[in-house]
């Protein structure tokens, strides 16, 4: 199945605004489909099998730089994402009010936390954000959670409260300011194991590294005390100041 056209067919038939957009050739791709305009987009991919669809819905905002998200599914009619891609994009509906029709829908939820630096919490906002704009969340949705657990841990750690949170490959970072140019070196980061990581006994746990050795990665029971580690961490090593030039 050609994914691009397969959608594009059935907007036509609902008399829909929403153009697909091609690639760099000017082909309509075949494995995943998206629209990417100022305001309301989406992108959309096979997910498990060709008969079951991934979508992310969200705004493209450039005064955040960012792709705000608004819910992600997965759909096993093509019918059905096509009339969510026309709602969202093209009729412009509330989100709440297509969720009503669309149970496959999980809407984007932010921390309940608040950070009192709004300008900190809006980094973290970011950071959770931005985890969520993935059309393959449902390869490891238990990664998923834990990653989500490191998250809401991490905000409400006394000791990275004044720190603003950034990834790079999904490793959890740190700033000491907002232009993100006072920094801890690349190799100091925090994020859950991975499904493939090669030590077999640090399955379902966190690790810290804060080394370029391989030795100078530890891991921990719970986001707790990987966090109390990091934090210790932060404390021994300076940050480094970028210069732009």
């Known amino acids: ?48 099998t060709e008969k079951s669809f991934s979508i992310v819905l969200f705004e493209k905002t450039d005064k955040q ?19 969510v891609i026309d709602r969202w994009a093209n009729k412009m509906e509330d989100i709440l009010e297509i969720k009503k029709d669309f149970g496959e829908l999980e809407l984007y939820i932010d ?26 969340f449902w390869k490891y949705p238990k990664w998923n959670d834990r990653y989500i657990e490191l998250l809401n841990a991490a905000k409400t750690h006394e000791a990275f409260t ?4 950034f990834t790079s490959h999904y490793w959890l970072r740190f ?22 990581d090669e030590n077999p006994n640090s399955f379902g746990k ?3 590294s804060y080394n370029d050795k391989a030795t100078d990665r530890l891991f921990f029971e719970t986001a707790k005390e990987a966090l109390d580690f990091y934090a210790d961490k ?10 732009v030039h």
């Not at 004044?162 to 949170?165: K, L, N, R, V």
């Not at 932060?234 to 210069?243: Q, Y």
Request: hydrophobic content about 35%; overall charge positive; proline content about 5%.
């Open 1 to 48: 199945m050609h994914l691009s056209k397969e959608i594009q067919k059935r907007l036509d038939i609902l008399n829909s605004a929403v153009q697909l957009d091609s690639t760099i050739d000017g082909k309509l791709p075949e494995k995943y489909s998206f629209y990417h305009k100022s305001g309301r987009s989406f992108r959309a991919a096979f997910a498990a």
């Open 65 to 83: 730089n960012y792709e705000d998200c608004f819910a992600r599914a997965i759909f096993t009619d093509l019918e059905r994402l096509t009339s």
């Open 111 to 136: 921390f309940e936390f608040r950070n009192p630096n709004s300008e900190i919490d809006e980094a973290w906002t970011k950071v959770r954000n931005m985890f969520f704009n993935n059309t393959e």
């Open 162 to 165: 004044s720190y603003f949170p």
């Open 175 to 196: 700033s000491m300011d907002k232009a993100f140019k006072k920094i801890w070196p690349f190799v100091t980061y925090i994020q859950p194991t991975g499904n493939g």
């Open 206 to 208: 966190f690790y810290v």
């Open 234 to 243: 932060l404390k021994e090593t300076k940050p480094i100041t970028w210069v």
